[in-house]
């Protein structure tokens, strides 16, 4: 497999049983508590972190305060397949790089029983006000096989995007996040609750998350497509 696409990547988590970050970059992360590697979506695909819907999660550290806070756009994909709806707590979470009510990108598998495979964009974010802006589908459509989830998110256009395995599905206009940040760690498969502590309760994924690939510019067309066929 060789692309443009992969050549651009701002960080690339190919979680082929570690969590070394192959775009170059250097945002190697850590696995905490009971991350553990299986069967990717084929047998060409290399291998997928398992995360237990419980405490398991992957922690980016040097990711606060990086490039990873993209301000204009990005575009963030990941391959996934849920193993139920929901993990232990009422929130579990594919990707995020935010405080606990903070400023940042969430993208979750569900919030508060509401069972959702969504990204959510939060700005002005003061105490437990937390204004977003989301784009997501029910998540029970991705639960039990794997799949290819791509988010996008233009400042410029005010608009955020939603593709699945390479077709456009959904669209949220006239965003209102403006790019802030809480310069907190980029963490995949789960959210500490406290950003730090593991003792904490994680919204933590339950099912395997495959090839996380993060950029700061929305992908073309061709480009999303490129993605979504790889590794089928």
């Not at 606990?100 to 029983?113: A, I, L, S, T, V």
């Not at 959510?120 to 799949?147: C, I, K, M, R």
Request: glycine residues 12%; negative net charge.
């Amino acid at each position: 497999w060789s692309s443009d696409v992969c050549s651009s990547d701002l960080a690339y988590f190919p979680l082929d049983g570690n969590a070394k970050d192959a775009s170059g970059n250097g945002f190697h992360g850590e696995e905490r508590n009971n991350v553990t590697y299986g069967e990717a979506r084929n047998e060409w695909a290399g291998r997928a972190a398992i995360f237990d819907g419980n405490s398991a999660y992957i922690r980016v550290a040097n990711a606060a305060g990086s490039r990873l806070e993209m301000k204009e756009a990005f575009t963030q994909s990941v391959w996934v397949k849920g193993f139920r709806k929901q993990g232990k707590y009422s929130w579990s979470y594919i990707l995020t790089k935010a405080a606990p009510f903070g400023n940042g990108y969430y993208m979750k598998w569900n919030h508060d029983g509401e069972g959702m495979a969504a990204l959510y964009l939060v700005t002005g974010a003061q105490g437990t006000t937390t204004p977003w802006d989301v784009v997501g589908l029910p998540n029970s459509e991705f639960t039990g096989a794997w799949h290819h989830l791509l988010f996008t998110w233009s400042k410029e256009r005010a608009r955020m995007e939603l593709y699945v395995d390479g077709m456009l599905r959904e669209v949220q206009e006239n965003c209102r996040y403006d790019g802030r940040h809480s310069g907190e760690a980029l963490e995949i498969g789960g959210f500490a609750y406290t950003g730090t502590n593991t003792n904490e309760p994680v919204g933590s994924f339950p099912g395997s998350i495959d090839d996380v690939r993060i950029y700061d510019r929305v992908l073309s067309r061709s480009e999303i497509s490129a993605l979504a066929k790889e590794g089928r």
